[in-house]
């Protein structure tokens, strides 16, 4: 019988389950409310848990939303919801300290919790320059960990190729090896320390970025003897088919290789809708590991094909061609698709099997047909409607093949993962919005019943 191979992990304890080791895979959501809101934020996290959440994450963007999960956490196990939480901190190393106290896990970020926000400037550091820096992480570092062995907290790593320090893209540059070795100076100092309840995470909106990182990742962890549980996601998916397909060919491609302990698919939709896909990915393992390895055993000419002798169902097809397929794209193994079913299957029309193809294509970077969107989530610190915004920036900008335009909720991430984008649109403050072309900001707090219509008129007259 085909078996998956799982790569070795040590396990991550987190309030009531264990991530790494023999455990299951686990899945896990975010919430989108405002963290001060206490009845709204738990009525979300039951609707994501009654759809299969196995941990919830909540923005904590300061003190206040840090001491609110108190009361979050309380009323969600009074209401029989003994569920992890999780708090995700940027920029402010104080509130991870603080929930700490109060949530199963705290999630921080390298590229901010000491270095200042990313402005993409150069910086010359001589060694003992760097060195000075780090000493200053570890002075931060050091007392949070106290707190979190007082609190038996774990803490998730979570490094995002949005928003690298401008210390480490200056001395390693916008690549992979910068994301891990920005990864690797804080589990250096984790495992310095006998802090073993850890679980990394390293996400892109790009996928080969993704995948390539992780890879390198686990090679960089296995030469220092470290083997801490992964959490895998491609952030800023998007939503619909493309964040679907966009987030199976990312996690997908490491699953099938045996790396990943625990999975989000991040998608600009409402985050009960994430658990079924994540559940479904999870469940696709073992045969597109079997997929993969015989399609690509038959790569001719660059293509690769794949057979489905039932082809009832089109989101399950599209998940499992993207999981099978994805690795031999972003490796460049093969630069074309096929996707063929039995005569007994006539749900899909041969044209809705090349739709599928080029939407597997363009989210594994092979080849564009259409108009890139790189949308966040949403969490607790967006600042305007996302999913009605990103309905109307698509319906206008849909016919504009091979534009790639950003659509962020807040500047955690926004101006960093859309580097790339032609285009961006990013929450700047309540109700205010930025429009970037390229990094540049070019236009700043503009009223946000102005800015569809403001971007349209960048775009149209870049575009000219």
């Known amino acids: 019988m085909f078996k998956v191979l799982r790569r070795h992990t040590t396990v991550a304890h987190v309030g009531n389950i264990a991530i790494g080791g023999d455990n299951p895979i686990r899945i896990q959501s975010m919430a989108t409310t405002d963290t001060n809101d206490t009845e709204a934020s738990v009525a979300q996290a039951k609707r994501i848990i009654d759809a299969g959440s196995e941990l919830v994450r909540f923005t904590t963007q300061g003190t206040r939303e840090a001491e609110n999960m108190k009361n979050i956490s309380t009323r969600l196990k009074a209401d029989g919801y003994p569920t992890p939480l999780v708090a995700d901190v940027h920029f402010t190393a104080h509130t991870a300290d603080i929930a700490a106290q109060y949530c199963e896990k705290v999630r921080i970020n390298p590229g901010n919790y000491v270095d200042p926000g990313r402005t993409f400037k150069h910086l010359e550091y001589t060694d003992e320059e760097y060195a000075a820096e780090l000493k200053k992480i570890e002075a931060k570092l050091i007392p949070f960990i106290n707190i979190c062995k007082e609190h038996h907290t774990a803490v998730r790593i979570g490094v995002n190729h949005g928003s690298l320090s401008d210390r480490i893209m200056s001395r390693y540059g916008d690549t992979p090896a910068g994301i891990v070795e920005s990864c690797m100076e804080f589990l250096r100092i984790f495992r310095r320390e006998s802090f073993d309840d850890v679980v990394i995470s390293i996400k892109a909106s790009n996928t080969v ?256």
């Open 209 to 464: 970025v993704m995948v390539q990182s992780v890879r390198l990742l686990v090679k960089a962890m296995d030469a220092e003897y470290m083997h801490y549980p992964l959490h895998l996601g491609v952030t800023e998916a998007g939503e619909g088919e493309d964040g679907r397909i966009k987030s199976a060919v990312g996690i997908g491609t490491l699953l099938t290789e045996g790396i990943g302990d625990t999975i989000r698919v991040s998608l600009s939709e409402e985050p009960e809708n994430e658990i079924p896909v994540a559940r479904k990915i999870v469940s696709f393992i073992e045969e597109c590991t079997q997929l993969r390895q015989e399609a690509e055993a038959k790569i001719q000419d660059g293509r690769i094909s794949l057979h489905f002798d039932d082809c009832q169902d089109s989101e399950d097809l599209m998940l499992k061609c993207a999981m099978a397929a994805g690795a031999a794209l972003i490796d460049k193994k093969a630069d074309k698709l096929s996707i063929s079913c039995g005569e007994t299957s006539s749900f899909l029309p041969q044209e809705r099997l090349r739709e599928i193809e080029d939407a597997i294509l363009q989210a594994a970077r092979v080849k564009f047909t259409k108009t890139e969107y790189i949308s966040c989530p949403g969490c607790g610190r967006t600042l305007y409607n996302l999913q009605d915004t990103i309905r109307r920036i698509k319906e206008a900008t849909k016919d504009m093949v091979g534009l790639k335009i950003g659509i962020m909720g807040c500047i955690v991430n926004g101006p960093g993962e859309m580097a790339d984008a032609d285009y961006g649109y990013v929450g700047a403050a309540r109700g205010k919005i930025s429009l970037y072309r390229g990094k540049v900001c070019v236009e700043k707090n503009i009223p946000e019943a102005d800015a569809v219509e403001r971007l349209l008129a960048l775009i149209n007259e870049n575009e000219k």
